[in-house]
T-cell receptor
Framework: EAGVAQSPRYKIIEKRQSVAFWCNPI?????LYWYQQILGQGPKLLIQ????????DSQLPKDRFSAERLKGVDSTLKIQPAKLEDSAVYLC????????????FGQGTRLTVV | GNSVTQMEGPVTLSEEAFLTINCTYT??????LFWYVQYPGEGLQLLLK?????DKGSNKGFEATYRKETTSFHLEKGSVQVSDSAVYFC????????????FGSGTQLTVLP
């Protein structure tokens, strides 16, 4: 079974530029999460989708971050404009519906803003 | 709010040493508790979990017991190997919270041969 795929693996941009990350969850997984992991910290949830609807985006900085999950499968996370403090690893995870299910994580995209 | 506190690293051990990584939590309600592991260059992987008080999760020689009275979920292994070198994250999720994970800050473990 293929895991959660993310691209690109690494990205370096200048501040005020825009960037987009892509995630392809495990086939059939209805729930998709984006987490931000700043160096030395644990991952923090940015947004959660159930199919193509947003369940929780309360911690997403909406003035610069946006995310979508068209057709309830792939998802993109965008930052525009980027700030230095956005340097982090962006992790995508997915899980099937139902209680007590495991979340599977992708390898992440490491973003460096200079 | 909900939070997880892990012992700070890095932790360096010799092969076959005993490992303990402390984890305590604060939660409203009754959380499920997890340990995730992140090997170099790889994504987070679930190591073990426990869903109710006094449950013991175990996998690959690692164990952790859900202690409600001390709000703890300490990770232990009796004899570590070089291949256990990784970052370990304690995490919780609450029922009804759409399974969102709240993570601790992670503990870097290095095992020397």
């Amino acid at each position: 079974e293929a895991g959660v795929a993310q691209s690109p693996r690494y990205k370096i941009i200048e501040k005020r530029q825009s960037v987009a990350f892509w995630c392809n969850p495990i086939s059939g997984h209805a729930t998709l999460y984006w987490y931000q992991q700043i160096l030395g910290q644990g991952p923090k949830l940015l947004i959660q989708f159930q199919n193509n609807g947003v369940v929780d985006d309360s911690q997403l900085p909406k003035d610069r971050f946006s995310a979508e999950r068209l057709k309830g499968v792939d998802s993109t996370l965008k930052i525009q404009p980027a700030k230095l403090e956005d340097s982090a690893v962006y992790l995508c995870a997915s899980s099937s519906q139902g209680g007590n299910t495991e979340a599977f994580f992708g390898q992440g995209t490491r973003l460096t803003v200079v | 709010g909900n939070s997880v506190t892990q012992m700070e690293g890095p932790v360096t051990l010799s092969e076959e040493a005993f490992l303990t990584i402390n984890c305590t939590y604060t939660a409203t309600g009754y959380p499920s508790l997890f340990w995730y592991v992140q090997y170099p260059g790889e994504g987070l992987q679930l190591l073990l979990k426990a869903t109710k008080a006094d449950d013991k999760g175990s996998n690959k020689g690692f164990e952790a017991t859900y202690r409600k009275e001390t709000t703890s979920f300490h990770l232990e292994k009796g004899s570590v190997q070089v291949s256990d070198s990784a970052v370990y994250f304690c995490a919780l999720t609450l029922s009804g919270s759409a399974r969102q994970l709240t993570f601790g800050s992670g503990t870097q473990l290095t095992v020397l041969p």
